[in-house]
């Protein structure tokens, strides 16, 4: 048997095939794998960095939290408000009409009150009033916020009427939420 002699392109061109073999066998095996898994990484990295970061922001707002009750919890027993019994609505609406009767010209708006599983009932009230000056107009909104009942004062938006000929002084726009309780009736 006559054995065959490969030419030296032939060679050229076998020795190209397995040099091409081999990369496209790297590529295919090993580098594309690698590729993913780090991409799959650096996924993973960055949701664990969002978590990381919305729990300190959680922490963060405990702390402040904790540090609003610890604030609460050192005020003299005189200045402590307490949570109403369930349908209070009187009380509060003397208190208001009693606060508001300063003021020029007032609205208020009730919604229903929502009752929590907890047996925490929270009352909103939306008003609007005018007061002569942004003081009077402070005053108010002071002795809204330290009245007798645990409130919360949302939504406040003072408005000068200074550009209306007709009247002067403020306009207060706030949304108040009485704290109510249906276990201490």
Partial sequence: MKKAKLSLRETIMLLFLVVLLIGVSYYMGFYTPLQNELASIASQSADCDSQITTSMAKISRMNEMQEELDQIFARPEEEITEI????????????????????????????????????????????????????????????????????????????????????????VTVTITFFESTKLS
């Fill in 84 to 171: 109403a019994p369930y349908d209070n609505k009187e009380v509060v609406l003397n208190q208001l009409y009693g606060i508001l009767s300063r003021t020029s010209e007032y609205s208020l708006n009730f919604t229903d009150p929502d009752v929590q599983k907890d047996g925490t009932v929270r009352r909103n009230i939306s008003m609007s009033f005018h007061c002569t000056s942004y003081e009077a107009a402070k005053d108010v909104i002071r002795d809204l916020t330290d009245s007798q009942w645990r409130c919360l004062v949302s939504n406040l938006a003072i408005t000068s009427n200074e550009g209306n000929m007709m009247e002067s002084g403020v306009t």
